[in-house]
């Protein structure tokens, strides 16, 4: 039992470290723990990054998804030709309806305010004429019986309607009529009497719808309802006799001195009021006509159809 040699002691050497394999290297074990460490982590560092990886791809897919359909739902908005003329048309017919609206609440609103404004101002400032100058008392001077086409020189009265108007000369639109006042016809191959001549026949012109609308319902006028007519000199009231319910515009017999269709035979003092018929046309003519019953001076006063 001698030292061991040198021999004998590397095997030794060489068992203990073949032996560490639960807690000790070989040489170059220090290698191969560090691989032995690093493997296990290596499936689940991969499994990580595979679902990092599909997380990442899905968003990307999604993105993508997302941007498809908003292209498609852009697109149509964007329009092509077809489109651009349906909403331009659209556009055009609202546009159009909306100057259709108006233009029917400036006839049928407007054009009444603005011309009941102008009637009432011309009503009163005949009223203010004749008190500066109450003209004649009584029959003894004659009173006035000319005038300038469009100058007003009467109020009519229908109190059935309750109507108050100014007459003023001529049957201009732009002068009388569409202002909201009854035109006189008193011009041309059209002129009639003024109610202080001892006869003839006062005829007058009114609109029914627009403009002040004061003939709208003579219509409903019968025989026996007064209408009056009130001027600087004296009060000349009618009684409604007969009416024509449609006739041809050019039918001017209507207003001759004697008119015909309205059952007079005779010279008379007689009225003629005239408007268009049917309602919002100018298409025939209704006439109403009336004979004077009374007529006093304005220093008596109003007479009793205004009275009463």
């Known amino acids: 039992m001698g030292a061991p040699d040198a021999r004998q002691l590397a095997r030794a050497v060489r068992g203990r470290g073949r032996g560490g394999a639960l807690g000790g290297a070989r040489p170059g074990g220090g290698q191969g723990r560090r691989v032995t460490a690093v493997a296990p982590s290596a499936p689940t560092e991969g499994r990580a990054a595979r679902r990092r990886a599909a997380q990442e791809a899905a968003k990307q897919a999604a993105r993508r998804t997302r941007r498809r359909g908003g292209r498609r739902r852009r697109r149509p908005a964007s329009g092509g030709p077809v489109v651009i003329a349906s909403r331009l048309g659209g556009e055009l017919f609202i546009t159009l309806g909306l100057v259709m609206l108006?233009?029917?609440?400036?006839?049928?609103?407007?054009?009444?305010?603005?011309?009941?404004?102008?009637?009432?101002?011309?009503?009163?400032?005949?009223?203010?004429?004749?008190?500066?100058?109450?003209?004649?008392?009584?029959?003894?001077?004659?009173p006035v019986t000319a005038f300038e086409p469009g100058q007003g020189f009467a109020i009519l009265h229908i109190p059935k309607l309750d109507v108050k108007v100014p007459v003023a000369e001529g049957i201009s639109k732009p002068k009388v009529l569409d202002r909201g006042m009854v035109g006189h016809y008193g011009e041309g191959a059209l002129k009639t009497a003024m109610p202080a001549d001892k006869e003839g026949n006062f005829a007058v012109a009114g609109h029914r719808n627009t403009h002040g609308e004061p003939f709208r319902y003579i219509n409903r006028l019968v025989p026996g309802d007064p209408v009056v007519v009130e001027t600087r000199d004296a009060y000349?009231?009618?009684?409604?006799?007969?009416?024509?319910?449609?006739?041809?515009?050019?039918?001017?017999?209507?207003?001759?001195?004697?008119?015909?269709?309205?059952?007079?035979?005779?010279?008379?003092?007689?009225?003629?009021?005239?408007?268009?018929?049917?309602?919002?046309?100018?298409?025939?003519?209704?006439?109403?006509?009336?004979?004077?019953?009374?007529?006093?001076?304005?220093?008596?006063?109003?007479?009793?159809?205004?009275?009463?």
Not at 108 to 132: D, H, I, K, M, P
Not at 283 to 301: H, K
């Open 236 to 308: 000349y009231t009618y009684e409604m006799t007969s009416s024509l319910a449609q006739t041809p515009p050019t039918n001017v017999a209507v207003i001759k001195p004697v008119p015909e269709g309205s059952g007079f035979t005779s010279a008379g003092r007689y009225i003629t009021l005239t408007t268009c018929t049917p309602e919002f046309t100018s298409t025939y003519r209704m006439i109403v006509w009336g004979r004077m019953t009374d007529e006093r001076p304005r220093s008596q006063g109003p007479p009793p159809a205004l009275t009463s």
């Open 102 to 142: 108006l233009f029917v609440a400036y006839q049928l609103w407007y054009t009444n305010l603005l011309a009941e404004r102008v009637a009432n101002g011309a009503a009163g400032s005949l009223r203010q004429t004749w008190e500066r100058d109450p003209g004649t008392a009584g029959a003894a001077a004659p």
